[in-house]
């Protein structure tokens, strides 16, 4: 149904070799350092993985999203930070401009952010409104021919690094008629006088990912950098959203899969009591589990973005796009934290040591189960699309 091409398998080669040769020797030092390496986003946009989903007029493949997804597991099976990078530059950068933005505004932004020559954010956590993002109170104002935001933004991926060039910023621009918040998609320029962008965060995971919070006062943007139409940026991101999950599934599944083959590896050289501590059920029962769980997020996650392109081609509904967006992401991010457990085990005290990838790869996982919708609300979209009362 959703099996792998020969021409994703070959592409998937050609991803882990670049991770290998591009990332895998320096990772260490990278995470060490939460040292955000800004050469190799070209060189990823020389390979054609920014612009992997996007029209060929503006620089792309016009692949479909198996392509994008197979590139963010092979990226993250060497290291998440590089992975959400990837994830983040395409679902919350390219994507909404792509999907929403005007034929001026993809001219000006995407051909530099397909060749990795720039990066771009989605502002859309707020230091109070995280899974709750109808709470938005960034407003923007019009104000003539400006609108004028005023507000803050939270956790935001890719917002503060050199190559940014620019942010889409959610924000009150008005009441609807039931009284809700009419929210709308804004395009804030990197450099724009009245948007700050705050200091790096100190993370428990994802060292090598920039992430930061922005501040805006009196943040002025000509009205013609509205993204799509006003008041339909609520909607406009939930869809975001929902393709992002796929994404993160993928990523997550890149994790398990490390995870395996780590804690297979090691089980089969480390010698205990005159033999490899895998001949002992307590380590290999455990493994096996790992594998199944692998195989399972794997399923689900390449389910989903099989879904994706059959919806693209006419053939899917939205609500099974959301279904199986949202049960893939779930699974897969939950298998992955407990890979990372399972392989931390494997490996006793060296688990425990920073030199040891399992170590990265435990701090990277937890950050998974929140990061575009928590746990909870899969659980809550899945169980709305099963029909049970919201």
């Not at 803050?152 to 503060?160: C, D, P, R, W, Y």
């Not at 918040?181 to 705050?198: C, D, F, N, Y």
């Not at 009205?223 to 959203?241: A, I, P, R, S």
Request: charged share 20%; with cysteine.
């Amino acid at each position: 149904m959703f099996e792998l091409s020969k021409e994703h398998e070959d592409f998937r080669a050609v991803v882990r070799e670049f991770a290998e040769a591009e990332v895998a020797p320096h990772i260490e030092q990278w995470d060490r350092d939460a040292y955000f390496p800004v050469d190799l986003v070209p060189r990823m946009g020389a390979l054609g993985l920014f612009g992997l989903v996007v029209p060929e007029e503006y620089g792309g493949a016009d692949a479909d999203f198996m392509s994008l997804v197979v590139a963010i597991e092979e990226l993250g099976r060497v290291d998440q930070s590089i992975g959400i990078t990837l994830s983040a530059g395409v679902g919350l950068g390219i994507n909404p401009i792509l999907s929403y933005g005007s034929d001026e505004q993809k001219e000006r932004f995407l051909p530099d952010l397909v060749a990795g020559r720039a990066l771009a954010g989605f502002g859309l956590t707020e230091p109070e409104a995280g899974s709750d993002a109808a709470a938005t109170r960034t407003r923007a104002v019009r104000d003539g021919d400006d609108w004028v935001i005023n507000g803050a933004k939270a956790f935001i991926t890719n917002s503060g690094t050199d190559l940014t060039s620019v942010v889409t910023v959610t924000a009150r621009t008005g009441t609807n008629e039931d009284g809700s918040p009419q929210i709308s998609a804004i395009l804030v320029p990197a450099g724009t006088p009245g948007m700050v962008v705050e200091p790096a965060y100190r993370k428990l995971g994802w060292h090598v990912s920039d992430t930061h919070g922005l501040s805006f006062q009196d943040c002025r943007v000509p009205v013609g950098n509205l993204l799509g139409e006003q008041g339909k940026g609520f909607k406009q991101f939930l869809k975001t959203l929902d393709d992002g999950r796929i994404a993160i599934s993928a990523l997550a599944l890149g994790c398990a899969q490390a995870c395996l083959e780590l804690a297979t590896g090691y089980a089969s050289s480390r010698q205990a009591f005159g033999r490899p501590i895998g001949a002992n059920q307590g380590v290999s029962f455990p493994i096996a589990d790992l594998a199944v769980s692998v195989e399972a997020a794997r399923m689900l996650t390449y389910k989903a973005a099989w879904l994706k392109d059959e919806l693209h081609a006419g053939r899917r509904s939205v609500r099974e796009v959301k279904q199986a967006a949202a049960v893939a992401k779930l699974y897969s991010t939950e298998a992955a934290v407990t890979a990372t457990r399972v392989a931390t085990q494997v490996f006793g005290g060296n688990g425990f040591m920073e030199e040891y990838p399992v170590a990265r790869f435990y701090r990277d996982a937890k950050i998974l189960e929140i990061g575009e919708g928590t746990s909870e609300v899969q659980r809550m979209l899945i169980a709305r699309g099963l029909g049970l009362p919201a």
